[in-house]
């Protein structure tokens, strides 16, 4: 697919449901390698998810989404990390995830949230917090006419625990909800319509560094 600007990035339309009263969609993909793009398809999979696991078949389930084909973009540094040994060591340490091509009007008003998935199926912390395992925003209502971002107070970008439960404290992860300049997934023109939301898991890099190469699935959900 032309026009990647991240070397992990994939594209995902099927939806899959949440429980209870909550409706949602959730998109999974393989990372094979930090430099190697990768992409995002829907596949069996056990996934463990706070302290249960949930296992998700492929199409065996429909849900009522608030958009049925978004676009996933990870952003990744180096990071060096130089040892006695080799002084040129690090890793590509993930720094940001965008969701592109999300229709903002027809999900404005519900909760954006991502997370992170190993090699063994397990939820990878990003916050200062153990348990934080979920960034979250709530998509703006009405839809912003500018791009907007958490720096100005604009959004509402929280950690969860795996289970969607609140942690409170300070943030290190800062999020951006775009609707105009160009998709980070793939150079559109973004709208209303067609909107990149990225979150960018610890700008200065002080705390959470994430080797790529631990990432093998990202999944993102929507909630009413």
């Known amino acids: 697919m032309a026009g990647l600007d991240s070397p992990l990035s994939g594209r995902v ?31 069996a999979a056990s ?45 590509f340490r993930v720094r940001a995830i965008t969701i592109s091509n999300l229709d903002l009007q027809a999900c404005a008003g519900n909760k954006l949230r991502i997370r992170l998935i190993n090699g063994t199926s397990q939820e ?5 917090d153990p348990t934080a395992t979920v960034l979250q925003v709530v998509i703006p209502n009405p839809v912003p006419q500018g791009n907007i971002s958490t720096d100005g107070g604009a959004i509402a970008l929280s950690y969860l625990t795996g289970v969607g439960g609140g942690i409170s404290g300070s943030l290190l992860a800062t999020a951006t909800v775009n609707v105009s300049g160009t998709s980070v997934y793939d150079g559109s023109t973004l709208s ?16 959470i ?12 959900e929507t909630v009413q």
């Open 47 to 91: 996934v463990t998810v706070g302290n249960g696991s949930l296992v998700f078949g492929q199409g065996s389930q429909q849900a009522v989404a608030c958009d049925q084909q978004v676009y996933v973009a990870m952003g990744e540094e180096w990071h060096g990390a130089p040892t006695a040994q080799d002084s040129s060591a690090g890793f």
């Open 13 to 43: 339309t099927s939806g899959f449901g949440g429980a209870g009263r909550y409706k949602s969609k959730i998109i999974f993909g393989v990372a094979l390698v930090a430099v190697v793009p990768f992409m995002l398809s829907t596949f």
């Open 192 to 207: 209303g319509t067609n909107g990149d939301v990225t979150f960018y898991l610890d700008p200065a890099a002080t705390t």
């Open 209 to 220: 560094n994430i080797d790529g190469q631990q990432v093998r699935r990202t999944t993102v």
């Open 124 to 128: 990878i912390p990003i916050g200062s």
